[in-house]
């Protein structure tokens, strides 16, 4: 049984509160995904005339320097990323782009597991590992 004072010293966890402002509020690029393999700068400069003014665009390439299927559209303003970030989902090519705020170039975040000190990134995990794999025996 449970007594009246009990129920009132058990406190409800409250519902955490997301900040309105996104902490890549202020970027000018976007991330675009779900591009088509024969998109080209132009058409994607066309997609976007609407948003704003399109300074930059950028496809990710693999090693073979072969088109990943994504990139950055980096706009004149801020305001102009917020607008085109509207046209997630709509059909270029005939693919429904996926579209997300990028942070800066060079603006990294504190999660980011990069040691400058050695310039290169860390694997997570922590400690020294005893294992060792050899491939091709």
């Given at each position: ?56 665009v950028r496809f990710a390439l ?9 990139g950055h559209v980096e706009f ?40 400058k000190d050695s310039n290169s ?17």
């Amino acid at each position: 049984m449970v007594d009246a004072d009990m129920k009132s010293a058990v406190k409800t966890p409250k519902t955490p509160v997301t900040p309105v402002a996104s902490e890549n509020a202020g970027s000018k690029t976007l991330f675009v995904g779900n591009l088509s393999f024969q998109v080209e700068r132009a058409d994607v400069e066309n997609f976007f005339k609407e948003a704003g003014e399109v300074a930059d665009v950028r496809f990710a390439l693999d090693a073979d320097q072969r088109f990943k299927g994504f990139g950055h559209v980096e706009f004149t303003t801020a305001e102009a990323a917020q607008k085109a970030l509207n046209f997630n989902g709509k059909s270029l090519l005939g693919r429904e782009v996926r579209l997300d705020l990028a942070r800066e170039r060079g603006e990294r975040s504190s999660n980011t597991p990069y040691s400058k000190d050695s310039n290169s990134y860390q694997k997570g995990g922590g400690g020294q590992s005893q294992t060792i794999f050899v491939k091709g025996i």
